[in-house]
C-alpha cells in the first residue's frame, strides 16, 4: 500500500509508539488525523476524544464517519499489573473501553468508506493476546479480544479486499511499562523493544499488507506452542508467578 497521499486516524498517537509511528508516517507524506484528549506535540490534525468513556467513543466514530480517512491504527491502549481480584471495577471499565470497545466501534463508523476507497485499518495489539499472562488478565484478555475481531474482520471483508492487519508486539520501553512490570521483565529476562523499532515494523506491515505479525523471538515461538500445548506453557509460567507475586507484594 502507498502511503503518500494518504490519510490516516491513529489513535494513541501521544505515546511512544504513536509518536515514532507519526514520525515514519510523515516521512512517508501521510496526513495524520490524531485520535485522543491531548493534541499531540508533533501538531497535525487533532480530533479530541475520550476513548475511555462511551460518549467519548461515539463523538470520535461519528467525526470520523464524517470525514473517514484511508486508513486507521489502532495504538491506544491502557494496561493492568497485578492480582485479578484488586483491579478496580472503574479501572477495569477504562481498559475494557480503551483496548476493545473502542477499536471495535471506530472501525464500524469507517467500514463503509474502507470498503470504497480500497483503504485499511491495522489493530496493534500485544503477544499477551496469544500468550494470556498471569498477573495481566484483563489486559491479555482485550487483546486477544482484538486478535480475534482482526481476524473475523479479515475474513469478512475478504471479498472487498480490505486489508485488516494485526501486529502484536512484545514489551515495548514506553512509559505504560512502569517500575514493576520493568522488575519483572528483568527478572524473566523478557527483552523490551524501542519504540521505533516496532514502528518500523508497522510502517513496512501497512506497506505490504502483512496480515498478521509477531513481533520478537522466542515470543514467535511461544504463540505457537501456547496454541498447540497450552498446559505445557501453563507449567512454564509456573516461575513467573511467584516472581510476579514478589514484586506485587501480595501472598
Known amino acids: 500500500m502507498q502511503l503518500k497521499g494518504k490519510t490516516v486516524a491513529l489513535t494513541g498517537a501521544s505515546g511512544g509508539i504513536g509518536l515514532a509511528l507519526a514520525e515514519r508516517l510523515l516521512e512517508a507524506g501521510a496526513r495524520i ?3 485522543g484528549r491531548q493534541a499531540p506535540a508533533w501538531g497535525g490534525t487533532h480530533l479530541p476524544a475520550d476513548l475511555s468513556t462511551m460518549e467519548g467513543c461515539e463523538a470520535a466514530a461519528l467525526k470520523l464517519a464524517q470525514t473517514p480517512p484511508d486508513i486507521l491504527i489502532h495504538l491506544a491502549g491502557q494496561q493492568y499489573f497485578g492480582p485479578a481480584e484488586t ?4 479501572s477495569l471499565a477504562r481498559l475494557l473501553q480503551v483496548n476493545l470497545y473502542a477499536p471495535i466501534r471506530l472501525t464500524q463508523a469507517v467500514l463503509p468508506s ?10 496493534v ?15 491479555s484478555a482485550t487483546k486477544a ?3 480475534a475481531f482482526a481476524e473475523a474482520l479479515r475474513r469478512e471483508l475478504s471479498p472487498e479486499g480490505v486489508p485488516v492487519i494485526h501486529v502484536a508486539p512484545r514489551g515495548v520501553d514506553t512509559l505504560m511499562n512502569g517500575p514493576k512490570v520493568r522488575a519483572l521483565m528483568q527478572v524473566t529476562k523478557s527483552a523490551m523493544d524501542h519504540p521505533d523499532t516496532v514502528a518500523a515494523i508497522l510502517i513496512k506491515a501497512l506497506q505490504e499488507e502483512t496480515p ?9 515461538l511461544f504463540v505457537r506452542i501456547n496454541a498447540l500445548l497450552p498446559r505445557l506453557v501453563d507449567k512454564a509460567l509456573g516461575k513467573d508467578v511467584v516472581r510476579a507475586r514478589e514484586i506485587l507484594a501480595y501472598p
Open 145 to 147: 479480544g482484538m486478535k
Open 114 to 123: 474502507l470498503k470504497q476507497k480500497q483503504g485499511a485499518v491495522m489493530f
Open 125 to 139: 495489539s500485544s503477544t499477551f493476546g496469544a500468550i494470556p499472562f498471569p498477573h495481566f488478565a484483563s489486559y
Open 33 to 35: 488525523i490524531a485520535i
Open 87 to 90: 483491579q478496580d471495577p472503574a
Open 212 to 220: 498478521e505479525i509477531y513481533i520478537g523471538f522466542p515470543e514467535k
